[in-house]
């Protein structure tokens, strides 16, 4: 059974940083991508970035480029996002999936960004 739990999130100011992780089991995690998608409150999953299986390729939304940096340990099994630069848009529930955005992913953990 895919088991996947989020953490790391909480509330910060603008500009601030936090590192969410993932924590994967009930698969390979070695040999498949992975994704982090957000949602916004009242809006749609939002496709944030990915990750290719070995880490040696990554991608960003243009909304979060430059500010988010993606990574993983295949060793530890856990996926990674560190957060920098944030903005009160930034504020939604994260999550990370399986494969594509699309995948099943975790119950998610909440960012928050206010003053």
């Known amino acids: 059974e895919v088991r996947l739990v989020e953490s790391g999130g909480g509330l910060v100011q603008p500009g601030g940083s936090l590192r969410l992780s993932c924590a994967a089991s009930?698969?390979?995690?070695?040999?498949?991508?992975m994704s982090w998608v957000r949602q916004a409150p009242g809006k749609g999953l939002e496709w944030v970035s990915d990750?290719?299986?070995?880490?040696?390729?990554?991608s960003y939304a243009d909304s979060v480029k430059d500010r988010f940096t993606v990574s993983r340990d295949n060793a530890k099994n856990t996926l990674y996002l560190q957060m920098t630069s944030l903005k009160p848009d930034d504020t939604a529930v994260y999550y990370c999936?399986?494969?594509?955005?699309?995948?099943?992913r975790g119950q998610g953990t909440q960012v928050t960004v206010s003053s």
């Open positions: 990750i290719a299986s070995a880490g040696t390729s990554t």
């Open positions: 009930g698969f390979t995690f070695s040999i498949y991508g």
């Open positions: 999936a399986k494969g594509s955005w699309l995948g099943p």
